[in-house]
């Protein structure tokens, strides 16, 4: 059970295989910062490799509400007697602009937000923001909004108190409770319009937006805009062993089996990779893993391929089949080494991580793979030569998370978790290893092939 760099059995060639998969996974990376541009981004590139919404087809996907895709290869063997599934999912910590956002103070425009997800408020004051999401008029006309990624668009900011002020305010809070989620306001103008007495830089502010967008006030009611970190992925270190990003939990696991699917050619198995919402808040909601999307996408396959689709015959399909749960773990960090039990925790360039249980203290809503399972993992494994190694999320007492392997194994299937390692999860700058990015998507492949 030794510890080793993944790198260093990596021949020459194999590392620049390993770079050219990290140019790729930044470009989504950048393209996909909200659940909509990573549905957006991963049905078109399902297209691209020859996938059809028409569910009678061999390659077919289906996307639901613009927030979570399904897609499935089918295998030579029928549906029912089971699909090798891994599961990610595609939404972020993040903030959200509330319903009725704008106002105004000293001469400042500002939105107003509620975060989403686990963030450390303290993250995101004083970094560049940009704004993603869609504006739906009453008469249901869908208005686009994307502004800050592009070099030469302007971005949004929170303001923080400086040091010289925020000692009592401040600094003497507990970190968690610094600042106040209701002081996380999003600045965004400042210049008042001419002849309007009141909150004239919040009238100006309306006025570039409809005319540049078309949108009044009150269309903010029925619309989604999420606030995230306008930087782009980039290569972290000298050696650029490592990419920096927001979004990787779990946009990696997402970018890794995304990749591992459109690589396969009639697999034995029929597999099925389902790109899921709102794990970051408990997979509530229709866009989730618990919903019955997974259900009706199952029903609407077997019915296009002319059989049953009656309730035993997808809960049999479904109990026989063996599935991943694609999520990220928590890296051993260097300097807080003793908040993980060092010989069970995950490490950068360790390679792909499976995890044998999630839950917290006690194995708490848990979903626990079976050592009959955990070996058939190895098997595959180490058939393809994947670099892989097992992680806990931190110590027994300290640790703990969940996933949404919990929701699957609802369903009678086999089921483990198995994603790639992190360093500064759910924070603006989340880093991977590109050697645990590309064994992530191996090890999936692998899986799907088996
Ligand atoms: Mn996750
Ligand atoms: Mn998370």
């Known amino acids: 059970m030794e510890k080793e760099s993944g790198w260093i059995k990596k021949s020459k060639e194999e590392q620049s295989l390993i770079y050219d998969f990290a140019e790729r996974y930044k470009k989504f990376l950048n393209e996909a910062k909200t659940e909509r541009e990573a549905a957006t ?8 490799a020859g996938f059809s919404e028409d569910l009678s087809e061999e390659k077919v996907f289906k996307t639901y509400r613009e927030k979570s895709v399904f897609a499935l290869v089918k295998g030579k063997k029928p549906l029912t007697s089971g699909m090798n599934i891994i ?3 595609i ?9 009725n956002p704008l106002f105004e103070e000293v001469g400042l425009a500002m939105f107003r937000t509620h975060y989403y997800g686990g963030i450390k408020k303290y993250h995101w004051v004083a970094i560049p923001l940009s704004l993603h999401g869609v504006i739906v008029k009453v008469d249901g006309r869908k208005i686009n909004l994307r502004i800050g990624e592009e070099d030469d668009d302007p971005v949004f900011a929170i303001d923080d108190l400086l040091p010289h002020l925020s000692r009592k305010t401040l600094d003497e809070k507990k970190l968690s409770e610094a600042p106040e989620a209701e002081k996380l306001t999003v600045l965004c103008g400042s210049i008042p319009l001419v002849g ?3 909150d004239s830089v919040k009238a100006a502010i309306l006025e570039i937006l ?3 967008y078309g949108i009044v006030e009150e269309d903010f009611v029925s619309a989604e805009i999420e606030v995230v970190p306008a930087f782009k992925a980039k290569d972290v270190g000298i050696d650029r062993s490592m990419i920096g990003a927001y979004g990787q939990d779990d946009r990696v696991c997402a970018y890794a089996m995304l990749e591992a699917l459109i690589s396969l050619d009639k697999p034995e198995r029929s597999c099925l990779a389902i790109f899921t919402d709102k794990e970051e808040i408990g997979s509530e909601g229709d866009t989730a893993i618990r919903s019955s999307f997974l259900f009706m996408m199952i029903y609407e ?6 059989l049953k689709p009656d309730d035993v015959t997808i809960k049999k399909a479904l109990f026989s089949s063996r599935a991943i749960s694609a999520d990220v773990n928590g890296a051993v960090n260097p300097m807080y080494q003793d908040v993980h039990e060092k010989q069970n925790a995950c490490y950068l360039g360790l390679g792909v991580c499976v995890e044998k249980f999630t839950g917290h203290g006690g194995k708490i809503g848990a979903s626990e793979a079976h050592a009959e399972y955990i070996a058939e993992i190895r ?3 180490d058939a393809n030569q994947i670099i892989w190694q097992t992680g806990e999320l931190g110590k027994v007492d300290l640790g703990g998370g969940g996933t949404v392997a919990k929701y699957l194994a609802m369903y009678g299937m086999n089921i483990v978790d198995c994603g790639t390692p992190v360093l ?3 924070s603006p700058f989340e880093i991977t290893s590109k050697l645990d990015v590309y064994e992530t998507f191996r090890a999936y492949r692998a899986f799907y092939n088996s």
């Open 41 to 48: 981004y991963i049905s078109e590139t399902l297209k691209r």
């Open 87 to 89: 599961v990610s999912h």
């Open 91 to 99: 939404d972020t910590p993040r903030l959200d602009l509330k319903q």
């Open 196 to 198: 309007v007495e009141k």
């Open 210 to 212: 409809k005319n540049s």
């Open 301 to 306: 396959v077997l019915e296009s391929m002319g």
């Open 379 to 381: 098997r595959i494994f």
């Open 424 to 426: 500064s999860m759910h």
